[in-house]
């Protein structure tokens, strides 16, 4: 990847001096899309500046005034914002709850167009949306789905394909959204799905209109991301075994990890005080390990969000599980 970033420095430079639909288009910027959408296994894909910037910038296009959003109630702040920039309006069910979905669909059949948002698995809790369900449902109702799998992306299905692999309905998600800065590790937002989908965003939102392009460096490394993950797998296998050996590490000193199913892991603490004591006294441990508090989470649910990667070692592992386990018990959380 840092090969790939600085290959193309020295061919291209380090800006592109425009926004996409103007001057700001190279190779670099189309081989990725082209890449992303064999890699999601969509006709085309889309690459904004941000994932934030893809979420604002095109749920607002999507909706307008006589028709309306279904929002999970726990969806991230990115998804939360471009529905607010929406002229269309708002509902929200229960979190990950289909059948309190079918309630709100049941009510919603006085609107021109529905369109169901919901995170692909959840930042604060590491809990994964029932997507299946979810398609299911909107197909019965005639609603669009859109899912943002910022948090799903090289972690979940085959060759971290993302959550529509994991719950094998690729082809049924209208509007698939990522991002490049979490499991990719380097930085940029997309949207994948229809031709017809792309062409409508690239027209339409705003946020990808007026917006500088990355520098070629940024594409490209992208690019070089998705070859990574495709080809070795050692990477993703390592990555799951090292969140089970975390959880279950956690369980047997006494910790409450809520509902996580990914390598997402929060410690709940409950105060928000507690929270951040406990993140100070880990890092005087040597261990970087931050509190989510008030008001990220609900006033009663603070706790340390641990995410796994690949590049930790069952030693890195054990010497945090042992600090844990130290500062949990001299903090009375365990």
């Given at each position: 990847?840092?090969?790939?970033?600085?290959?193309?420095?020295?061919?291209?430079?380090?800006?592109?001096?425009?926004?996409?639909?103007?001057?700001?288009?190279?190779?670099?910027?189309?081989?990725?899309?082209?890449s992303l959408a064999s890699f999601k296994h969509t006709e085309a894909s889309l690459v904004y500046a941000t994932g934030f910037a893809a979420n604002s910038g095109l749920i607002p296009q999507l909706a307008a005034d006589g028709d309306v959003i279904i929002s999970d109630e726990l969806n991230h702040g990115s998804i939360i914002d471009g529905v607010r920039l929406s002229r269309a309006e708002r509902a929200v069910y229960k979190h990950c709850d289909a059948e309190d979905l079918r309630r709100v669909l049941n009510e919603s059949r006085k609107y021109n167009h529905v369109l169901v948002v919901t995170d692909g698995v959840f930042s604060m809790d590491g809990d994964i949306a029932p997507a299946d369900r979810i398609v299911e449902l909107a197909e019965e109702y005639g609603a669009l789905t859109y899912i943002d799998?910022?948090?799903?992306?090289g972690v979940l299905g085959e060759s971290g394909r993302g959550i529509s692999s994991h719950f094998h309905i690729e082809g049924r998600v209208d509007v698939e959204m990522g991002t490049f800065s979490k499991a990719f590790g380097v930085v940029g937002g997309y949207v994948a799905g229809s031709l017809d989908?792309?062409?409508?965003?690239?027209?339409?939102?705003?946020?990808?209109?007026?917006?500088?392009?990355?520098?070629?460096s940024?594409?490209?490394?992208?690019?070089?991301?998705?070859?990574?993950?495709?080809?070795e797998p050692v990477h993703l296998n390592r990555l799951w075994d090292?969140?089970?050996?975390?959880?279950?590490?956690?369980?047997?000193?006494?910790?409450d990890i809520g509902s996580s199913e990914t390598p997402i892991t929060p410690v709940m603490v409950g105060d928000s005080s507690k929270a951040r004591k406990m993140s100070e006294s880990l890092f005087d441990e040597n261990v970087f390990a931050l509190p989510i508090v008030y008001p990220m989470v609900a006033?009663?649910?603070?706790?340390?969000?641990?995410?796994?990667?690949?590049?930790?070692?069952?030693y890195d592992l054990d010497y945090a599980l042992e600090a844990f386990g130290k500062v949990g018990k001299s903090l009375r959380i365990i």
């Open positions: 990847m840092k090969r790939a970033a600085i290959d193309a420095v020295e061919k291209y430079g380090v800006g592109s001096g425009s926004v996409r639909a103007i001057a700001g288009t190279m190779s670099p910027h189309v081989e990725l899309e082209k799998d910022a948090h799903g992306d989908l792309v062409n409508f965003a690239l027209n339409k939102s705003r946020t990808w209109l007026l917006s500088a392009s990355h520098p070629a940024v594409a490209a490394s992208c690019k070089a991301s998705l070859e990574v993950v495709t080809s090292n969140t089970r050996y975390f959880k279950e590490g956690l369980r047997k000193l006494g910790f006033r009663d649910r603070a706790r340390i969000r641990t995410i796994m990667n690949a590049g930790q070692s069952k």
